[in-house]
């Protein structure tokens, strides 16, 4: 584990402008992830968890408070450098898989190296690897609607660590999932992690939460 | 993946709303292609009917239209005049008057005829015999439909009795055909004869000699229609003297803009047809979308990519739909033609409808030009999508 954070969050802060009034979703949040870590975070529904998520991963920005990424403020960053430290620094996986439908799996993973400019050689070698990691290089050629709900998360996680991102978010990656595959999707992301992935995982799922070595319980956008 | 790649398969993965968008703009496109050709069509027709003639240059008395207005006096003084200028290769005067052509069973046939001052056969096309001979006896030639109306051939004998004046009964003249010719001018469904200037004076006896209701002119290459038009004018400034080509920019002012004031009406309703249609058919595509572009833009993909991908959506629907426009909008301009040629007394050559490069890379101008506005709303709602927010939507729904 090095010793410079991956994320540092102080005192983050988000709040919805809503007609009936200001709606105060993080209040003062503070965070670090040291690299290679499994963080699980856990509690009700609107307590906050994804927007903290969204917070961690550049789609979002705060109200107040400062975010750092390896070191680097990204809170006041332009929509352009925060998309390239989204598709250099950062998988995402989301319950729904949002897989893109007309795209094979191949393709959905191929998809953010394509993005990244990655040579076309080098991005065969990845998604081939890629999907062989998951387990899925039988599936290569198959669209989403052609993949069960686990598979099309593999291919999910896949696509999140196409470009060698060292922090994966996770919003309730085994929700749409029974519990055998979730189990199995759980291992998957296990197995990321040991593999030097930092994972930051949001769940209701109390034995996926069980699995990261350290565990936050958010309560009315405050950490608990 | 490239944004084209993206758009494609974006495309071919909802084929339905692909199809109908692309017969959607192709119908459209077909009827914003006619209405470019009609635009220029009468202009482009008329004109090839003019230069057909072998005339660029025309004289009248007054600035009535050719052949509505007072005959032009002295003619053979000032046909003569004519023809000694340097820039005028040839002039010829022309009468109009009408005759019955009277068949061997006795019956009539109303023939439109012109008197021809002509030292040779000038002016139509030769379809058999030869072209009107003044120095003959009482030439004539006829068209094509007068020649099967009275089984008329080179060397036949045509009668005909004058009705230049309706007051007087005059005697028929027997006249010696020698061609069959098409004139330029000539309607679908008219009979029509050309003789002498001689041969005129005797059909319709009783016509005042040395009249013209129009001097044809052509001008010598060197000088051009306008340098003739110049000389004529500086000679005869009383006479009304204009090329062909000022002939068309007074019809297209006058005459024919009315066409072509249907025509930027429709093409301009056919254009907005064309971009509502693909505004809404990428808007409600975006909408449907809106959890993956999220992802993508969650994923790192820049707006300016997601943004190049809906452009190439709309070039794809606008640029197959404008495409299939065209040989529809062809078919459709044959059908419209035949359609409006069907008006009587048109000359039979007179086309509406003319196919021009120019029309055709107007089109694809109007038609890419569409294309880009109409994406730039889905572009918007893309471009300002916001992620988090998004994303949320698409879990809670």
Request: hydrophobic share 50%.
């Amino acid at each position: 584990m090095s010793a410079a954070p991956i994320v540092e969050a102080r005192e983050l802060t988000k709040v919805f402008p809503m007609p009936a009034g200001p709606v105060v979703a993080l209040d003062g949040v503070s965070l670090r992830i040291e690299a290679e870590e499994h963080v699980a975070i856990a509690g009700p529904s609107g307590c906050g968890k994804s927007t903290l998520l969204h917070l961690l991963g550049c789609v979002e920005t705060p109200t107040a408070g400062t975010l750092a990424l390896d070191g680097r403020d990204v809170a006041a960053l332009h929509d352009a450098e925060r998309s390239r430290i989204r598709l250099t620094r950062i998988g995402f996986i989301f319950q729904r898989f949002f897989l893109l439908p007309m795209l094979t799996a191949w393709e959905n993973v191929e998809l953010p190296q394509s993005e990244m400019g990655t040579p076309k050689a080098q991005r065969r070698a990845r998604t081939a690897e890629l999907l062989a990691y998951v387990g899925l290089e039988h599936r290569a050629g198959h669209r989403p609607s052609q993949l069960s709900g686990g598979e099309m998360q593999r291919v999910a996680i896949a696509r999140a660590l196409a470009n060698r991102p060292r922090l994966l978010l996770a919003d309730e990656p085994t929700g749409e999932l029974d519990e055998a595959t979730g189990a199995q999707i759980a291992d998957l992301l296990d197995r990321v992690n040991a593999d030097g992935t930092a994972l930051v995982v949001v769940t209701h799922n109390a034995a996926l939460a069980a699995r990261a070595g350290r565990r936050l319980a958010m309560r009315s956008g405050r950490l608990a | 993946m490239s944004p084209a790649g993206l758009a494609w398969r974006s495309l071919c993965g909802q084929p339905a709303r692909a199809v109908l968008g692309v017969a959607g703009i192709a119908v459209v496109g077909a009827l914003l292609f006619d209405m470019l050709l009609l635009s220029r069509g009468l202009v482009v027709s008329f004109r090839d009917i003019l230069e057909g003639a072998g005339f660029d240059v025309r004289v009248t008395a007054t600035d009535a239209p050719p052949l509505l207005g007072p005959p032009l006096r002295d003619v053979e003084k000032l046909t003569a005049a004519v023809r000694a200028l340097h820039e005028v290769r040839d002039a010829v005067p022309l009468r109009t008057g009408r005759a019955e052509a009277i068949a061997a069973d006795g019956s009539v046939l109303e023939v439109e005829l012109f008197g021809s001052g002509a030292r040779e056969g000038v002016g139509w096309t030769v379809l058999e015999g030869e072209g009107l001979n003044p120095s003959g006896d009482l030439p004539v030639v006829v068209n094509r439909r007068l020649a099967a109306r009275l089984a008329l051939a080179p060397g036949s004998k045509l009668r005909l009795r004058g009705t230049c004046q309706a007051s007087s009964a005059v005697p028929p003249v027997e006249l010696t055909v020698q061609g069959v010719v098409a004139f330029p001018f000539d309607a679908a469904s008219g009979l029509t004869a050309m003789t002498s200037f001689a041969g005129f004076l005797q059909v319709c006896a009783g016509e005042e000699a040395d009249l013209a209701e129009l001097l044809l002119v052509a001008s010598r290459r060197e000088a051009g229609a306008e340098g003739a038009v110049a000389a004529i004018r500086r000679a005869r400034p009383d006479l009304n003297t204009f090329s062909n080509e000022q002939l068309l920019n007074r019809l297209q002012r006058t005459d024919f803009s009315y066409f072509r004031q249907i025509s930027f009406v429709l093409s301009s309703i056919t254009l907005f047809f064309a971009f509502l249609l693909v505004t809404t058919l990428l808007t409600v595509s975006v909408n449907q979308r809106l959890g993956e572009l999220a992802v993508l833009r969650a994923l790192g993909v820049r707006r300016r990519r997601i943004a190049a991908g809906l452009l190439c959506e709309s070039a794809l629907l606008v640029g197959a739909g404008g495409l299939l426009a065209l040989p529809a909008g062809a078919l459709l301009a044959l059908g419209l033609d035949r359609i409006l040629r069907a008006m009587p007394d048109l000359p039979e050559k007179l086309h509406f409808f003319v196919f021009e490069p120019r029309a055709v890379l107007l089109h694809v101008a109007l038609v890419a030009l569409t294309g880009v506005l109409a994406a730039l709303y889905p572009v918007y709602l893309v471009v300002r999508l916001p992620i988090a927010a998004t994303l949320r939507r698409e879990v809670v729904s």
